[in-house]
């Protein structure tokens, strides 16, 4: 039987849906939490493990920032009056603002003695400003090939740190989408991964998660988010006997436009999913996809393509 809206509910059900949803504030406890979880059994459990660990110090970040000079509030302003990114991170990462969140991580991590990690650590504590700030644009720009691979993690989880940090901390934010749909309104950094989230005013809707601020935006579904071409998208998923495959918890949506794809959370099959670790323990769907000659433009900051 048809319903026949009155006119007061017309308008309600046109209402756009919110277009932001900021991560929590235990952000990185919850990544932490469920690196933790997923680790166990899974191939790469030390590589897990250890990101487990930097998770934890991420945390400490958040819950107790380093002194640093506060961002301009005018520059902000005019960043959402303009409808700008106002954390741009091609323009901030050349600044020295998030510095101290790199040294306040490399003081508060403390990596085993003798490890590669611990070289690594080594490495960006004895760098000059400069040669950081150099590999920090060339992490955030996705030039891997300009920075060691074993420093991507810890410089990733410094600057993911300062975003958040930022983006959490500006009260009444104005955020307009960006000038692609994969695009962060917040610091205009690409997508890592989509959620499809399923309780209240959110049921059913999809949200872009920045890779490096971790904020959430509105991206309505069945549309590429490189392309945005809708025909003859595909829904892939690792073969796991525990899921029917329209009922994992992950699945990748492919485009047969442009080649790219874009891994999705469905929160109603996993409610405890994340998208930073779904991520990580997920990396053997990015090669079956790569093997299938998919594209993936979605950065994890703690992962080096290629890298061990």
């Known amino acids: 039987m048809a319903t026949i809206l009155q006119p007061g509910e017309i308008e309600a059900a046109a209402t756009s849906p919110p277009f932001l949803h900021l ?3 235990n952000l990185f406890a919850l ?9 166990d059994g899974h191939p790469l459990a030390d590589y897990l493990r250890l990101m487990t660990d930097l998770c934890r110090v991420q945390q400490q970040l958040l819950d107790d920032p380093p002194d640093t000079a506060p961002l301009d509030p005018e520059r902000l302003r005019l960043c959402q009056q303009q409808g700008l990114p106002p954390f741009a991170a091609d323009s901030l990462v050349r600044e020295d ?21 611990e070289k690594a650590v080594a490495a960006l504590r004895h760098a000059n400003t400069g040669q950081r700030k150099a590999w920090a644009i060339a992490l955030v720009s996705g030039q891997y090939s300009l920075l060691p691979t074993a420093l991507v993690p810890f410089l990733g989880a410094a600057l993911q740190a300062a975003w ?16 692609s749909l994969s695009q962060c309104p917040a610091c205009g950094s690409p997508a890592m991964a989509g959620v499809i989230r399923h309780r209240g005013k959110y049921n059913g809707l999809r949200y872009l998660v920045c890779s490096l601020c971790a904020c959430e935006w509105h991206v309505v579904r069945v549309k590429c988010v490189y392309c945005e071409h809708s025909k003859g998208l ?65 950065p994890n900051l703690l992962l080096a393509p290629g890298g061990d």
């Not at 990544?31 to 680790?39: F, N, P, S, T, Y």
């Not at 603002?97 to 990690?117: E, F, G, I």
């Not at 405890?272 to 594209?295: H, I, K, V």
């Open 23 to 25: 991560p929590p504030i």
């Open 31 to 39: 990544r932490a939490q469920r690196l933790e979880k997923l680790a």
């Open 97 to 117: 603002a998030w510095l101290p969140y790199l040294d306040a991580l490399l003081q508060r991590y403390q990596p085993a003695p003798t490890s590669a990690v």
């Open 164 to 179: 958040s940090h930022w983006l959490l901390s500006t009260p009444d934010l104005a955020l307009k989408p960006g000038d």
């Open 234 to 298: 595909e829904y892939v998923s690792l073969d796991d006997d525990r899921h029917a495959a329209n009922q994992a918890p992950l699945r990748a949506e492919t485009c047969p436009g442009c080649h790219h794809y874009l891994k999705l959370l469905y929160l109603e099959n996993d409610a405890e999913a994340e998208a930073l670790s779904a991520d990580l323990t997920s990396l053997m769907l990015d090669m079956r996809l790569e093997q299938e000659g998919y594209l993936r433009a979605a």
